[in-house]
């Protein structure tokens, strides 16, 4: 082949992008049937479609598989760059057109190894769509970690609008870690749906799901990766593949949410606490995602680091841009929640705001639970003789006592 030719037909950067996207639909598609079919299997064994309806899904399935397998092993990148190897073959070194076929060769290299990263993402990259504003749906959710063990969790269902602060509690064992360890597709629900953003979850598509949630786990020393807070942010958006030029700006604001911009060349070893949790938080937010979980984050931290993490999680609750699900044991963090959803023995016994939950008589006690500490206070001065309205706010209630 002449390089005139090959100029005519060679492949570009836009091919490339055309590729791209195609694999991208198509990893989309195949991944809304693998939903459909996940909520078939569910109907199945809820006895709610027959064995056949089943089969039909899954034979529509393993065809648009298929069509998808036949995509990933395109040749056109391999044919351009072996046209693109004929053209320098069969030119002279010492031909004026020498080197703008060498610098095609090298660019149509390029292309066919960008390609090779394509094929082996197979359209993973596509972001993931929201299908409505629900951050969480869970229907009918059972799980057990052996077949020959009882049930952790027991029909649980709830929904999360995006935007609101969860807190969950109950007594331990009762399920919570288990719930959150389902919720980022650690252990795989035995019976159940689970939804974020309309989208269903199953093991196909965790690694893709998980774009939408970030996790703050309970042991401040054991979240660190980098020798600063600032590569500690920077690690994971390099694993994300984010743009370089980009990651200064994203940690600096990260690291301004949770006012540690002072500290970004500090080794996070030397921090406090709260400050190694806040990091933790900054690392979560760089990533942008859109479902914050906090697994017991402040249990680990002094007053004052329970306190500095508990504030800047009433920031972002604030902001309503993020759903926020912390699971806690601090009875007095559940007023800063929108709702609480509350665990006993596998089952889900209460989902409601902080007021419903605590003003429920005996509840909280029944389950071994306390009660926060303003509600206890407000609850002796009734049972005093005191007359009061009940408020979450130690200000209004201290207006109330001293206007008596
Ligand atoms: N890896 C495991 N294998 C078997 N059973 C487990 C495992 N992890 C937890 N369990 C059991 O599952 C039940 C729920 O535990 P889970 O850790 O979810 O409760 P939790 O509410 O998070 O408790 P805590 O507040 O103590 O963290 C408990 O009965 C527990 O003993």
């Given at each position: 082949?002449?390089?005139?030719?090959?100029?005519?037909?060679?492949?570009?950067?836009?091919?490339?992008?055309?590729?791209?996207?195609?694999?991208?639909?198509?990893?989309?598609?195949?991944?809304?049937?693998?939903?459909?079919?996940?909520?078939?299997?569910?109907?199945?064994?809820?006895?709610?479609?027959?064995?056949?309806?089943?089969?039909?899904?899954?034979?529509?399935?393993?065809?648009?598989?298929?069509?998808?397998?036949?995509?990933?092993?395109?040749?056109?990148?391999?044919?351009?760059?072996?046209?693109?190897?004929?053209?320098?073959?069969?030119?002279?070194?010492?031909?004026?057109?020498?080197?703008?076929?060498?610098?095609?060769?090298?660019?149509?290299?390029?292309?066919?190894?960008?390609?090779?990263?394509?094929?082996?993402?197979?359209?993973?990259?596509?972001?993931?769509?929201?299908?409505?504003?629900l951050a969480i749906e869970v229907e009918n959710l059972?799980?057990?970690?052996?077949?020959?063990?009882?049930?952790?969790?027991?029909n649980v269902n709830f929904t999360i609008n995006?935007?609101e602060?969860i807190?969950i509690?109950?007594?331990?064992?009762?399920?919570?870690?288990?719930l959150?360890?389902?919720l980022?597709?650690?252990?795989?629900?035995?019976?159940g749906?689970i939804?974020?953003?309309?989208?269903?979850?199953?093991?196909?598509?965790?690694?893709?799901?998980?774009?939408?949630?970030?996790?703050?786990?309970?042991?401040?020393?054991?979240?660190?990766?980098?020798?600063?807070?600032?590569?500690?942010?920077?690690?994971?958006?390099?694993?994300?593949?984010?743009?370089?030029?980009?990651?200064?700006?994203?940690?600096?604001?990260?690291?301004?949410?949770?006012?540690?911009?002072?500290?970004?060349?500090?080794?996070?070893?030397?921090?406090?606490?709260?400050?190694?949790?806040?990091?933790?938080?900054?690392?979560?937010?760089?990533?942008?995602?859109?479902?914050?979980?906090?697994?017991?984050?402040?249990?680990?931290?002094?007053?004052?680091?329970?306190?500095?993490?508990?504030?800047?999680?009433?920031?972002?609750?604030?902001?309503?841009?993020?759903?926020?699900l912390?699971?806690?044991?601090?009875?007095?963090?559940?007023?800063?929640?929108?709702k609480v959803l509350v665990m006993?023995?596998?089952?889900l016994?209460r989902y409601g705001?902080?007021?419903?939950?605590?003003?429920?008589?005996?509840?909280?006690?029944?389950?071994?639970?306390?009660?926060?500490?303003?509600?206890?206070?407000?609850?002796?001065?009734?049972?005093?003789?005191?007359?009061?309205?009940?408020?979450?706010?130690?200000?209004?209630?201290?207006?109330?006592?001293?206007?008596?």
């Amino acid at each position: 082949m002449q390089l005139k030719e090959f100029k005519k037909t060679k492949l570009s950067e836009k091919d490339l992008e055309k590729y791209q996207a195609t694999l991208n639909e198509f990893y989309k598609k195949k991944t809304l049937h693998n939903d459909q079919l996940f909520i078939a299997k569910n109907k199945l064994l809820n006895e709610e479609i027959t064995k056949d309806t089943f089969k039909q899904m899954k034979a529509k399935n393993t065809e648009i598989a298929k069509e998808f397998t036949a995509s990933l092993k395109s040749t056109m990148f391999k044919d351009n760059l072996k046209n693109a190897t004929k053209v320098v073959e069969n030119i002279n070194a010492e031909s004026p057109e020498y080197l703008e076929a060498n610098n095609e060769l090298t660019e149509a290299k390029r292309l066919y190894e960008e390609f090779q990263l394509i094929v082996k993402e197979k359209g993973r990259s596509a972001k993931v769509v929201k299908f409505n504003n629900l951050a969480i749906e869970v229907e009918n959710l059972h799980f057990r970690y052996n077949p020959e063990f009882p049930l952790v969790l027991k029909n649980v269902n709830f929904t999360i609008n995006h935007g609101e602060y969860i807190a969950i509690i109950g007594h331990n064992g009762s399920g919570k870690s288990t719930l959150s360890k389902i919720l980022i597709g650690v252990l795989t629900a035995e019976k159940g749906i689970i939804k974020l953003f309309g989208n269903v979850l199953n093991s196909q598509n965790i690694a893709q799901i998980r774009q939408f949630l970030g996790i703050v786990f309970q042991n401040p020393d054991n979240q660190f990766i980098g020798s600063t807070v600032r590569a500690d942010i920077a690690f994971g958006l390099e694993n994300k593949r984010i743009e370089p030029k980009e990651m200064p700006g994203i940690i600096q604001q990260a690291a301004e949410k949770v006012h540690m911009e002072e500290f970004l060349d500090h080794e996070p070893l030397n921090l406090s606490g709260g400050q190694k949790q806040r990091v933790a938080i900054a690392s979560a937010l760089a990533l942008n995602p859109d479902i914050l979980i906090f697994d017991e984050a402040t249990s680990m931290l002094d007053p004052k680091g329970k306190r500095e993490v508990k504030e800047i999680m009433v920031n972002l609750r604030n902001q309503r841009d993020k759903t926020i699900l912390s699971i806690t044991h601090d009875m007095d963090e559940i007023l800063n929640a929108d709702k609480v959803l509350v665990m006993n023995n596998g089952e889900l016994v209460r989902y409601g705001t902080p007021q419903e939950v605590i003003n429920d008589e005996g509840f909280l006690e029944s389950i071994h639970l306390g009660v926060p500490f303003i509600a206890e206070v407000e609850n002796e001065l009734i049972k005093a003789g005191i007359k009061l309205n009940k408020t979450n706010s130690m200000d209004d209630l201290v207006k109330q006592l001293w206007k008596k």
